[in-house]
């Protein structure tokens, strides 16, 4: 997903891009289409954060296992 913000500073404070592509109205109809999207899943970022990072982790195991498997690990 491409981001429509920037992080201003390092508390977090965003604004919209300087190169985003959609006038001002679309733009808060495309963030708040985001958002609500976001929302829907029900999770938190740190959740998302932690899902990210957990299926990472799988993906290296699966890699490491597969290796294994055709006699290269």
């Known amino acids: ?14 604004r919209v891009s300087e190169d985003n592509p959609y006038t001002a109205d679309c733009t808060y109809k495309t963030l708040c289409g985001k958002l609500g999207a976001y929302e829907d899943t029900g999770l938190s970022p740190e959740e998302v954060e932690r899902m990210k ?16 498997l055709e006699g290269n690990g």
């Open 1 to 14: 997903m491409n981001r429509l913000t920037r992080r201003l500073n390092k508390c977090g404070h965003t």
């Open 53 to 68: 990072h957990e299926y990472f982790d799988l993906v290296v195991e699966v890699d490491r296992l597969r290796k294994e």
